[in-house]
């Protein structure tokens, strides 16, 4: 890129980040600090702003930039990830959105508390959406990261840590001054400009190959180098049992892993009411799944026009496929047209990226002052002062999310999420479906399903390729490489049903029927729901 051609791309992020900060002023002046207004934005979301908001929180960088790049690199393969982030909505749809609206008041930790001890839960609920919430930041900071390295052709990593830097401190802002209203208004912008730049794209590919998608199937996989086999499972997943058993593992992490995530469940309560929820969740299916097919088209479409080999040069993860397709489709990365059609996408990859760790940053900091700090200091927190530890807590987050950021550099923004999933199927789908429809659930059975899930995903992950053991590795130098699968989803979300199970089934606390009854109740009518 030159040098003119980088000084336009750097202006349009900087004019998004100008808009989104102006929003959040402007939301700022209009708060009176109520934990309501700063968690839930006041409840005065419409379904369809509200399913914008959350298709802006699901498509991520992984999305826009890390499936498109696996599918350059893998073909087939990395269809998995797009089929999975899709089918895990219906789960959404039919088992959790209306019934966690109905129950709970701010976080995942409220629905199970309801019925149960409070303290224990919270403390355990709480920790794991920290724990989610900080590994979905992660992936988004490498995104952050790969793409102003690529926009300022610096192939070492100054450039990169600084843009890891610059990401998080913006994200303090906007949660810390601007709370849920500020976030939602961001991820509807970011939702707008990421589908006007995908059907861009898309449409250019498509025009390129006459609207044939044979052909551009044809096309991927003869430049693959992998011919036939490019179209076919097993380049990335195949050979051994172990890819086999890793493909069934993300799988799984992928298709339930999105019930358990702290920013989708805390988009539920933007709304008035849950018929609201539903149907935000109806309109975040159909952006999301109009967005996924797209994906599929950029990242053949990158195989068939660039080659892997192309893409692998820029970055070795694929993650800057998607803007190389760009400058590819818009005549060349030297030319005016290609420039600007790289400047664009590069900007609203930025702003995606801007956007989901707004939306996960207030998650998790609404867990650590709704649920551990109310739970440890206070059994009744002052609102005013609960609101003033998350602003805290998202400084803190922001600062760990960072320095893991800078450590995973060369990872894949997809895989990484992949992980997140993973200890989200793990640790809080089992309490959450406990908690909402087994009426024998207690205490001691959710405390055990948090941590049963929890505890071996984290430790398998350490244990895994992905931080020791290979080259692709976080610390490619060592080896303490026991667990073979770099997803530990097979093993880890039976552990966490088994977990509550065997919790609940020992316990010696009698469950509560009068409160199941209400909650039953409540979850089914909203009746008594905030």
């Known amino acids: 890129m030159t040098t003119e051609h980088q000084t336009l791309a750097l202006i349009l992020f900087s004019v998004f980040i100008a808009v989104t900060l102006g929003i959040t002023t402007w939301v700022s002046r209009n708060r009176h600090g109520s934990a309501e207004e700063f968690y839930a934005g006041g409840?005065?979301?419409?379904?369809?702003?509200?399913?914008?908001?959350?298709?802006?929180?699901?498509?991520?960088?992984?999305?826009?930039?890390?499936?498109?790049?696996?599918?350059?690199?893998?073909?087939?393969?990395?269809?998995?990830?797009?089929?999975?982030?899709?089918?895990?909505?219906?789960?959404?749809?039919?088992?959790?959105?209306?019934?966690?609206?109905?129950?709970?008041?701010?976080?995942?930790?409220?629905?199970?508390?309801?019925?149960?001890?409070?303290?224990?839960?919270?403390?355990?609920?709480?920790?794991?959406?920290?724990?989610?919430?900080?590994?979905y930041l992660v992936a988004q900071m490498v995104g952050a990261g790969s793409l102003v390295g690529l926009l300022l052709a610096d192939s070492g990593r100054t450039a990169r840590t600084l843009t890891v830097i610059g990401v998080g401190a913006l994200m303090v802002i906007y949660v810390s001054f601007g709370g849920m209203r500020a976030t939602t208004w961001i991820q509807i912008v970011k939702a707008v400009l990421l589908m006007g730049g995908a059907i861009t794209l898309t449409v250019l590919v498509l025009v390129r190959f006459h609207g044939n998608f044979d052909q551009l199937l044809s096309s991927a996989a003869e430049r693959s180098g992998y011919g036939e086999r490019f179209l076919g499972p097993?380049?990335?997943?195949?050979?051994?049992?172990?890819?086999?058993?890793?493909?069934?593992?993300?799988?799984?992490?992928?298709?339930?892993?999105?019930?358990?995530?702290?920013?989708?469940?805390?988009?539920?309560?933007?709304?008035?009411?849950?018929?609201?929820?539903?149907?935000?969740?109806?309109?975040?299916?159909?952006?999301?799944?109009?967005?996924?097919?797209?994906?599929?088209?950029?990242?053949?479409?990158?195989?068939?026009?660039?080659?892997?080999?192309?893409?692998?040069?820029?970055?070795?993860?694929?993650?800057?496929?998607?803007?190389?397709?760009?400058?590819?489709?818009?005549?060349?990365?030297?030319?005016?047209?290609?420039?600007?059609?790289?400047?664009?996408?590069?900007?609203?990859?930025?702003?995606?990226?801007?956007?989901?760790?707004?939306?996960?940053?207030?998650?998790?900091?609404?867990?650590?002052?709704?649920?551990?700090?109310?739970?440890?200091?206070?059994?009744?927190?002052?609102?005013?002062?609960?609101?003033?530890?998350?602003?805290?807590?998202?400084?803190?987050?922001?600062?760990?999310?960072?320095?893991?950021?800078?450590?995973?550099?060369?990872?894949?923004?997809a895989f990484l999420v992949g992980l997140a999933f993973a200890v989200a199927a793990s640790a809080n789908l089992p309490v959450l479906l406990y908690s909402l429809f087994w009426r024998g659930f207690t205490t001691r059975g959710a405390v055990w399903s948090v941590y049963g899930g929890l505890v071996p995903a984290v430790l398998l992950v350490a244990l895994s390729p992905v931080v020791s053991g290979s080259p692709e590795s976080l610390f490619p130098g060592v080896d303490f490489q026991y667990f073979p699968l770099q997803n530990p989803g097979l093993v880890s979300i039976p552990l966490g049903f088994l977990a509550g199970w065997l919790g609940t089934v020992t316990s010696v606390e009698e469950p509560d029927e009068r409160r199941h009854a209400e909650t039953e109740v409540r979850s089914l009518t909203g009746a008594g729901a905030v």
């Open 234 to 413: 097993g380049l990335k997943y195949g050979g051994d049992w172990t890819a086999r058993f890793d493909f069934m593992s993300l799988g799984l992490a992928l298709v339930l892993g999105t019930a358990g995530l702290p920013h989708i469940l805390s988009r539920f309560y933007t709304v008035p009411t849950a018929r609201a929820a539903r149907r935000s969740v109806v309109w975040a299916i159909a952006l999301i799944g109009g967005f996924y097919l797209m994906t599929i088209v950029l990242g053949f479409g990158a195989a068939a026009l660039l080659g892997p080999e192309q893409v692998k040069a820029s970055n070795a993860s694929g993650n800057t496929a998607v803007p190389l397709l760009a400058a590819f489709l818009g005549g060349g990365a030297e030319s005016t047209g290609g420039a600007v059609l790289f400047a664009v996408v590069a900007a609203i990859a930025f702003a995606t990226i801007l956007a989901v760790v707004a939306g996960i940053t207030l998650a998790s900091s609404a867990s650590v002052a709704h649920d551990l700090y109310a739970s440890l200091k206070r059994r009744h927190a002052r609102q005013r002062s609960e609101v003033t530890v998350a602003r805290a807590a998202a400084a803190g987050i922001g600062a760990v999310a960072i320095a893991l950021g800078l450590l995973a550099q060369d990872l894949n923004v």
């Open 43 to 135: 409840r005065l979301f419409s379904p369809l702003e509200n399913g914008f908001a959350i298709a802006g929180d699901y498509m991520s960088a992984a999305s826009f930039l890390g499936i498109s790049g696996l599918i350059a690199l893998f073909g087939y393969d990395g269809l998995l990830y797009s089929v999975g982030f899709l089918v895990a909505w219906l789960v959404v749809l039919f088992l959790v959105a209306e019934l966690v609206r109905n129950c709970g008041r701010f976080t995942l930790a409220d629905v199970v508390a309801a019925r149960m001890s409070e303290r224990p839960v919270r403390i355990a609920a709480g920790t794991s959406s920290v724990v989610v919430s900080v590994l």
